[in-house]
């Protein structure tokens, strides 16, 4: 109550509030554990917070600038630390609702609200009063006697600061902002012409056209038609869910190469969606901006922030993960190339056959039919699997609770317990698709685990979301193999959500490197799919029968199917993207003539492309993965190798592990060094022989 009477004394908006009744981002949640009150909340509450949130915030950071006593970590780190909590309340129950549960109105509640939440972080970031305290604590930290977090903290803020150009003399602070201007506005261009491109192109067919289509895939192609505005026809488009399972089934060579090539030429046709002067100009403007900040390369910059440290950290892991899986790639590649021969015919293998192929070899040696799999995964067995291994490994329980508000009915609330029965967290599941949430599966908190400011635990309140298949009548939701990984994989990132144990909130849960923080999420895709594990949720949703052995084989041979085109098509990606960013002088490329000499470099065959050519690489020119997009196979490393201390153990649920886990993986965030403390948990640093093993590349 206190902070409503602050906000009521402070800012006119109240008034306003006040007087048109209670809006709930302004009182204390009265609801079970201070869960979102999701029964109140309505759309109109949310611009009235964010607005209060700013100002409440700025308020704060005028206190901090302008204290008179000399800067401390106490009077300036953590008073910037705790700021902004009100604004921290309302984002997190507003982009947690744009993303799950959506409407109209809170989409153009977000395109008012975009420009004011940048605008707010630009003029904390570059407010030169309150870099000189924290510069000034930076730099006098050896008089505050500050523990291993608080230190953390420090350089945290301090680096945050000069990397956003704090540090730079005013006149090439301008020229900074300049380019911060120049590559946001490149990379949405960017994006848009890709998704144009991706939308553009269609492959517009007759009955006649649809050899080897299953009926699915057909329905798919009349639906996109109708869309359309066809009559009569097929469509298929280079989205993702339409070409790659025409690839796969379609026996039209000519058809398929079509498609194909309309997929890996996306911005690079020469027209006014094309992409390669925007890509070559962002990359030259990084080397500059790099540059400025005292860097050699883009890539220096942004893996000084990660746990790989240094490009040639990076370079290494690739490169020794490249002939492996080129050679096994090889090895598909002249297995399919005698399929082709023992049908009689005698063509060369191209880019364009390699799903079709692979299909083929996937019925001939693994036999895997998903349809035969699904009725062992019913999504509550699932869910209880999950749970039960989280209890086998740390003894924590789930209760389902009825009295926590949802926003929808969809959703599940479970209290979750340490092994002593005390509270350890609040999980939230929101398993089904419907129209108002966007794809893919994601975990974020309503409330992140922390001590506040007057000494008091805070527990989490952590969210999973998904779009896995939906019950229908009379059938419950039995997920795909592909569901339940991901289940898992969330599953895993809210783990690290709720046993965080930390003090300042910026550093709990996943605030973690970008290529430490997918390991605790992948690690649980290993447990999954263990035999061992298998057992104890795999039930037949109607006979309650376990899996048979006979299926769980599958599955584990399954899992080492066409890895070498997998891993080749990844790790070409992450060179390129590498490249791309250890370039030293801001000269603008040429494109094609770059991206060739690159994947010659590596010696990468004809019929496998790069996941993404540069023309179409959202991820470093309009995402944030620039000199990123290796952090996948990075955490990969980490998790195939955590996962076989386990195994090496003989004992996946080896309770001793799983504590030195949950206390050096799981409850520190991003409080020390993560390669310092993978060395804790594991006694040393991470070997790639798991990962080949897993991949079946050695
Ligand atoms: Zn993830």
């Not at 955490?635 to 996946?652: K, Q, T, Y």
């Not at 020390?672 to 040393?684: I, N, Q, V």
């Amino acid at each position: 109550m206190k902070r409503f009477l602050f906000y009521f004394l402070i800012t006119g908006v109240l008034t306003m509030i006040s007087a048109q009744n209670s809006n709930p981002f302004f009182e204390e949640w009265n609801t079970p554990f201070g869960t979102p009150p999701f029964d109140k909340i309505k759309n109109e509450h949310y611009l009235p917070a964010f607005k209060a949130g700013i100002e409440e915030q700025n308020k704060e950071i005028e206190a901090i600038v302008n204290n008179s006593e000399a800067p401390t970590f106490e009077n300036t780190i953590e008073e910037l630390e705790y700021s902004g909590s009100l604004l921290t309340k309302v984002s997190r129950v507003f982009f947690a609702m744009t993303e799950a549960m959506t409407n109209d109105e809170l989409q153009s509640i977000t395109k008012e609200v975009s420009p004011m939440l940048s605008k707010h972080n630009d003029d904390i970031n570059l407010n030169p009063k309150l870099f000189a305290r924290i510069k000034s604590v930076y730099e006098n930290k050896d008089k505050f006697d500050l523990n291993t977090e608080q230190e953390k903290l420090l350089e945290e803020y301090y680096k945050g600061f000069v990397r956003g150009g704090a540090n730079l003399p005013d006149d090439k602070k301008e020229e900074f902002r300049e380019i911060n201007k120049q590559l946001s506005l490149l990379s949405i261009q960017f994006g848009e012409n890709v998704l144009k491109e991706t939308n553009k192109f269609e492959l517009v067919l007759e009955e006649k056209d649809l050899d080897g289509l299953p009926e699915n895939v057909v329905a798919m192609g009349a639906d996109e038609a109708k869309a359309r505005g066809y009559e009569n026809k097929y469509v298929y488009t280079i989205q993702r869910t339409s070409i790659y399972p025409f690839l796969t089934y379609s026996t039209r060579r000519d058809l398929r190469e079509k498609i194909y090539k309309a997929y890996i030429n996306k911005g690079d046709n020469n027209d006014e969606l094309d992409n390669k002067k925007i890509a070559a100009k962002m990359a030259a403007l990084r080397v500059k901006k790099a540059n400025l900040l005292g860097y050699p390369t883009h890539a220096a910059f942004v893996l000084e922030e990660q746990m790989a440290k240094t490009p040639t950290a990076v370079y290494d892991l690739l490169n020794k993960l490249w002939e492996p899986a080129l050679n096994v790639a090889k090895k598909e590649r002249d297995d399919m190339q005698q399929m082709i021969y023992d049908e009689g015919n005698d063509f060369e293998l191209e880019g364009w056959d390699w799903w079709y192929y692979s299909e083929k070899v996937k019925k001939a040696k693994y036999d895997l039919d998903e349809n035969e799999l699904r009725p062992y995964f019913e999504v509550t067995n699932v869910i209880n699997g999950v749970f039960d291994l989280s209890t086998r490994l740390w003894g924590i329980t789930f209760e389902e609770r009825n009295d926590i508000p949802k926003y929808h009915p969809d959703v599940k609330t479970f209290e979750v317990k340490d092994k002593d029965g005390s509270h350890l967290a609040i999980l939230y599941t929101d398993y089904f698709p419907r129209d108002s949430k966007r794809g893919g599966a994601w975990m974020d908190v309503f409330v992140k685990q922390h001590v506040d400011k007057d000494g008091n635990f805070v527990a989490p309140i952590v969210y999973n979301v998904g779009n896995f298949s939906k019950p229908t009548a009379g059938k419950p939701a039995l997920l795909s193999l592909d569901n339940v990984n991901t289940l898992f994989h969330e599953f895993g990132h809210a783990l690290h959500g709720m046993l965080a144990h930390t003090v300042y909130p910026s550093l709990s849960g996943t605030s973690t490197p970008r290529d430490f923080v997918e390991f605790p999420s992948q690690v649980m895709e290993n447990w999954c799919m263990h035999p061992d594990v298998l057992k104890n949720y795999a039930f037949h949703y109607e006979t309650g029968e376990p899996i048979p052995d006979e299926l769980v084989q599958k599955i584990k041979k399954s899992g080492k199917f066409n890895q070498g085109f997998a891993t080749v098509e990844y790790l070409a990606a992450s060179f390129l993207d590498m490249d791309w960013h250890t370039l030293t002088e801001p000269v603008e490329k040429d494109v094609i003539e770059f991206e060739n000499a690159s994947m010659n470099k590596i010696g990468l065959i004809k019929q496998i492309a790069p996941r993404y050519r540069t023309t179409y690489f959202n991820h470093i020119f309009s995402g944030g993965y620039s000199a990123g997009y290796y952090s996948y196979i990075w955490s990969e490393v980490l998790d195939a190798d955590a996962f076989a201390a386990f195994v090496e153990s003989g004992d996946v649920y080896n309770q001793e592990i799983a504590g030195k886990y949950r206390e050096y993986i799981l409850s520190k965030g991003g409080t020390e060094d993560a390669m310092e403390l993978y060395k804790k948990f594991r006694g040393s640093e991470p070997g790639i022989e798991p990962l080949l093993e897993k991949r079946g590349l050695n």
